[in-house]
């Protein structure tokens, strides 16, 4: 039997085609390298997704100060320390931008710790191609790093970040449809080559479609890489996907007591549970039981953890479940007194009935009597019918 290498010497194959021996997959493989234990997996493109002023952005740029001040604990999840970068952000200048980065410095309480971090504001670094026929340049249908890409990539190889941030996906694709699942796909595994030549970690920030956002849809669906736009085809190419989603008063009676004194007509609480979760370590968050948090006071808070909203969700089922079976118990003897009810009342109405019948038999008797006596008195005799 060829092996990989000898196949390899006989087709010519190129040092960047891949091929994966199971042969070495027997052995267990190393251990899972983090951006965040346990949560986000480092090495390769993710997508936090969601609707505009969810959250999306205060919290990723709340775990990019933490990282870029050199890492430690992020709401109970430990991060990885080391050089951050941002394409683009959504602030119109710098004096906004400023802003923006002052409070996520104090939200994650990093202000006065020296930080790496570095904003690049420039313009698309991506473009999509039509075709040939279509394109400037005559290229084939797919993505292509723009003039300002190739100057960002050279900028990206010489900080070598720990992590990309990606703010918003819409601003550094030119050309990007969110309906079109199957440029969504390819730009996914555009993203994820740029973090592998890098060898470092890309998260993109991405929006939902309208229709995920209506108002009876569950919270598990709100958070699910369906409800981001394009995203069917999206889970394929992105390593890791997560979803954030403002809370609701119909939330409530999901979630259970871990929701016990929350106003959530108000705004400042949020969602955060990944959807492509096959990395995420035990006591995760996901789209089932994410964690919840709240922005409150400009500070930024964990009010409960995934592991907290799983247990108060189990414990409102079973609870739900207690009170229908109850329920459809109380409307059992409800249905028993209303037969017993129904059969006492027809049992007194026969009896009515038969004692009338023989009333009316009696007064027929007497009444035959009298006629005879009648009849006797006057010598003449009675005709029955």
Same mark, same amino acid.
């Given at each position: 039997?060829?092996?990989?290498?000898?196949?390899?010497?006989?087709?010519?194959?190129?040092?960047?085609?891949?091929?994966?021996?199971?042969?070495?997959?027997?052995?267990? #493989?190393?251990?899972?390298?983090?951006?965040?234990?346990?949560?986000?997996?480092?090495?390769?493109?993710?997508?936090?997704?969601?609707?505009?002023?969810?959250?999306?952005?205060?919290?990723?740029?709340?775990?990019?100060?933490?990282?870029?001040?050199?890492?430690?604990?992020?709401?109970?999840?430990?991060?990885?320390?080391?050089?951050?970068?941002?394409?683009?952000?959504?602030?119109?200048?710098?004096?906004?931008?400023?802003?923006?980065?002052?409070?996520?410095?104090?939200?994650?309480?990093?202000?006065?710790?020296?930080?790496?971090?570095?904003?690049?504001?420039?313009?698309?670094?991506?473009?999509?191609?039509?075709?040939?026929?279509?394109?400037?340049?005559?290229?084939?249908?797919?993505?292509?790093?723009?003039?300002?890409?190739?100057?960002?990539?050279?900028?990206?190889?010489?900080?070598?970040?720990?992590?990309?941030?990606?703010?918003?996906?819409?601003?550094?694709?030119?050309?990007?449809?969110?309906?079109?699942?199957?440029?969504?796909?390819?730009?996914?595994?555009?993203?994820?080559?740029?973090?592998?030549?890098?060898?470092?970690?890309?998260?993109?920030?991405?929006?939902?479609?309208?229709?995920?956002?209506?108002?009876?849809?569950?919270?598990?669906?709100?958070?699910?890489?369906?409800?981001?736009?394009?995203?069917?085809?999206?889970?394929?190419?992105?390593?890791?996907?997560?979803?954030?989603?403002?809370?609701?008063?119909?939330?409530?009676?999901?979630?259970?007591?871990?929701?016990?004194?929350?106003?959530?007509?108000? #705004?400042?609480?949020?969602?955060?549970?990944?959807?492509?979760?096959?990395?995420?370590? #035990?006591?995760?968050?996901?789209?089932?039981?994410?964690?919840?948090?709240?922005?409150?006071?400009?500070?930024?808070?964990?009010?409960?953890?995934?592991?907290?909203?799983?247990?108060?969700?189990?414990?409102?089922?079973?609870?739900?479940?207690?009170?229908?079976?109850?329920?459809?118990?109380?409307?059992?003897?409800?249905?028993?007194?209303?037969?017993?009810?129904?059969?006492?009342?027809?049992?007194?109405?026969?009896?009515?009935?038969?004692?009338?019948?023989?009333?009316?038999?009696?007064?027929?008797?007497?009444?035959?009597?009298?006629?005879?006596?009648?009849?006797?008195?006057?010598?003449?005799?009675?005709?029955?019918?």
């Amino acid at each position: 039997m060829s092996t990989v290498t000898e196949i390899q010497q006989k087709t010519q194959s190129a040092p960047d085609f891949v091929v994966w021996d199971w042969q070495e997959f027997k052995t267990q #493989p190393p251990p899972q390298p983090w951006l965040v234990e346990g949560l986000i997996p480092a090495e390769g493109a993710c997508d936090v997704y969601g609707p505009p002023g969810a959250g999306k952005s205060t919290l990723l740029y709340n775990l990019g100060a933490v990282v870029a001040a050199g890492g430690g604990d992020w709401f109970g999840h430990r991060a990885v320390g080391g050089r951050v970068v941002i394409l683009g952000g959504e602030s119109s200048n710098k004096r906004a931008h400023w802003r923006t980065a002052n409070r996520a410095m104090r939200m994650a309480g990093v202000e006065e710790r020296d930080l790496d971090l570095f904003t690049l504001p420039q313009g698309p670094i991506l473009r999509w191609s039509r075709g040939a026929y279509h394109d400037r340049d005559h290229k084939p249908e797919g993505w292509y790093l723009t003039e300002v890409g190739d100057r960002t990539m050279d900028w990206l190889d010489a900080l070598s970040p720990n992590l990309v941030l990606v703010d918003t996906i819409l601003g550094c694709a030119a050309g990007c449809n969110l309906l079109d699942q199957p440029q969504q796909y390819a730009l996914g595994a555009m993203l994820g080559q740029i973090a592998t030549r890098l060898d470092t970690t890309v998260i993109t920030i991405s929006h939902t479609n309208q229709a995920s956002m209506g108002s009876r849809t569950p919270l598990s669906e709100r958070l699910c890489y369906t409800a981001r736009a394009g995203g069917n085809g999206a889970p394929a190419a992105w390593r890791w996907m997560g979803g954030v989603s403002a809370l609701r008063q119909a939330d409530k009676k999901l979630l259970g007591r871990v929701a016990d004194g929350w106003r959530l007509d108000a #705004p400042g609480f949020f969602a955060f549970g990944a959807s492509k979760y096959n990395e995420v370590g #035990p006591g995760g968050w996901i789209d089932l039981h994410p964690a919840i948090f709240q922005i409150q006071r400009g500070d930024l808070r964990l009010v409960a953890t995934g592991e907290q909203v799983s247990q108060s969700m189990r414990e409102a089922e079973v609870s739900a479940a207690e009170k229908r079976a109850a329920a459809k118990k109380e409307q059992g003897r409800e249905g028993h007194t209303t037969i017993s009810t129904s059969g006492s009342r027809s049992g007194r109405r026969t009896e009515d009935m038969g004692l009338k019948a023989k009333e009316t038999k009696a007064a027929a008797a007497m009444s035959s009597s009298s006629q005879a006596a009648l009849a006797a008195q006057m010598g003449v005799g009675v005709i029955n019918d």
